[in-house]
């Protein structure tokens, strides 16, 4: 076990809505970031937060966005969800430069 | 560019036999270089990690990989494969830049046959 949670576990939403996912960090990280995991690939880079601001980003579009509290932990909102948008969503944690330490997930469908 | 390219996108070895998982990298900086393992409907989990240090670097689980900067390769090793070893495998680079880069190779799935 990492430290790193994660939720909702699933979540089924219909085309056009919005949703947030959340995540809480391992003690004592500072960084946050999430990836994008499409069935039968490897995880994709949306972005990164470091002592709540973004310092960078991956190549999606500004639909995605997120949060980072005082206490580390993170939301990812995502809004007028595609069908495309289905995947295993991943948290991770880490002090900036080092390792991350990922959470279990959030597999979310679009219908 | 930053790349990382991941030879084999399926393994299959029988048990008790060695492993081996190839990974090639691209990368305009030094970068540190990890592995990480998936178990199905799991999270990632953090194997080993190369960073500018000893060039052979030893893991969770019996799991090892060499870091060969002349042909940008991190192999990952283990002598002796366990069912508990079938999983999806993931190569990663990771680059200091105004963030983390971190850069995900499209995995190996290795299958254990009994």
């Known amino acids: 076990e990492t430290g790193v949670t994660q939720s909702p576990t699933h979540l089924i939403k219909t085309r056009g809505q919005q949703v947030t996912l959340r995540c809480s960090s391992q003690?004592?990280?500072?960084?946050v970031s999430w990836y994008q995991q499409a069935l039968g690939q490897g995880p994709q880079f949306i972005f990164q937060?470091?002592?709540?601001?973004?310092?960078g980003r991956g190549n999606f579009p500004p639909r995605f966005s997120g949060l980072q509290f005082p206490n580390y932990s993170s939301e990812l909102n995502v809004n007028a969800l595609e069908l495309d948008d289905s995947a295993l969503y991943l948290c991770?944690?880490?002090?900036?430069?080092?390792?991350?330490?990922f959470g279990p997930g959030t597999r979310l469908t679009v219908t | 560019a930053q790349s990382v390219t991941q030879l084999d996108s399926h393994v299959s070895v029988s048990e008790g036999t060695p492993v081996l998982l190839r990974c090639n990298y691209s990368?305009?900086?030094?970068?540190?270089l990890f592995w990480y393992v998936q178990h199905p409907n799991k999270g990632l989990q953090l194997l080993l990690k190369?960073?500018?240090?000893?060039?052979l670097v030893k893991g969770i689980n019996g799991f090892e990989a060499e870091f060969k900067k002349s042909e940008t390769s991190f192999h990952l090793t283990k002598p002796s494969a366990h069912m508990s070893d079938a999983a999806e495998y993931f190569c990663?680079?990771?680059?200091?830049?105004?963030?983390?880069?971190?850069?995900f190779g499209p995995g190996t799935s290795l299958s254990v046959i009994p």
């Open positions: 991770a944690s880490s002090l900036i430069g080092y390792e991350q330490y």
């Open positions: 003690s004592g990280h500072n960084t």
């Open positions: 937060y470091y002592r709540e601001e973004e310092n």
């Open positions: 990368s305009s900086y030094s970068p540190s």
């Open positions: 190369y960073t500018s240090a000893a060039t």
């Open positions: 990663v680079v990771s680059m200091k830049t105004s963030y983390d880069k971190v850069i």
